[in-house]
């Protein structure tokens, strides 16, 4: 499975734009890109995945350049309310999520006033 | 649309005691799943149903854990006899095949176990 590494933790403050970068040098061709975000005393929430290139929700923005080693989690506009743990996941992405997931540390974002 | 539920949300017990959690998965999910974080380490795969059946327990550390899924529905991992090292967080997730083909998992609040 490839591993991922990420930052322990980031800061910010209210209306700014976060990019968190997730390293994942030995991303195979069938392996996924999925960021999840975990809020203190909850489960982990699926945030966005992407193969390549750029992906957009609601949520958040997904850039994967081409040869995928890395990829970049960007939320515009962060409020007190994104502070949380933000995991970056790279595996086989079968259809209905029938993977088991793997965790690395994840990156702790404190957002401020 | 009721999210993946577990109980209990605490759970106390001293070392040799045992201990039986569960999960109800979202209506219609298929795939059921366990994971666990202990203190201080990252969240880590238990096993997989799939229905009733168990598609993966490579994760499960020994035999002191049996998870259940009886008739495909909710499921309960059993902890006998605990020991002090099974503190921890224990969360279940459910996912559906018909889920536009990304793996997003639904994660229940977690179980908090504190062996004594």
């Known amino acids: 499975l490839a591993k991922t590494t990420q930052p322990i933790s980031m800061d910010s403050y209210e209306g700014q734009e976060v990019n968190i970068t997730c390293s994942h040098n030995?991303?195979?061709?069938?392996?996924?890109i999925t960021w999840y975000q975990q809020f203190p005393s909850q489960g982990p929430r699926f945030i966005i995945q992407?193969?390549?290139t750029k992906v957009t929700n609601e949520v958040a923005s997904l850039f994967i350049p081409a040869d995928r080693k890395s990829s970049t989690l960007s939320l515009p506009r962060v409020s007190l309310s994104d502070t949380a743990v933000y995991y970056c996941?790279?595996?086989?992405?079968?259809?209905?999520?029938?993977?088991?997931?793997?965790f690395g540390t994840g990156t702790q974002l404190k957002v401020e006033l | 649309e009721a999210g993946v539920t577990q109980f209990p949300s605490h759970s106390v017990i001293e070392k040799g005691q045992t201990v039986t959690l569960r999960c109800d998965p979202i209506?219609?999910?298929?795939?059921l799943y366990w994971y666990r974080r202990v203190m201080g380490k990252e969240i880590k795969f238990l096993l997989h149903?799939?229905?009733?059946?168990?598609?993966?327990e490579s994760g499960m550390p020994n035999n002191r854990f049996l998870a259940e899924r009886t008739g495909g529905t909710y499921s309960t991992l059993k902890v006998q006899p605990a020991e002090l090292e099974d503190s921890g967080v224990y969360f279940c997730?459910?996912?559906?095949?018909?889920?536009?083909?990304?793996?997003?998992?639904?994660f229940g609040p977690g179980t908090r176990l504190t062996v004594l």
């Open positions: 997730a459910s996912s559906s095949p018909g889920t536009s083909g990304r793996n997003e998992q639904f």
């Open positions: 030995n991303i195979a061709t069938n392996d996924y």
């Open positions: 992407g193969y390549k």
């Open positions: 996941l790279v595996g086989d992405s079968l259809g209905g999520g029938g993977n088991k997931l793997t």
């Open positions: 209506s219609g999910h298929d795939n």
């Open positions: 149903f799939v229905k009733e059946s168990k598609q993966d």
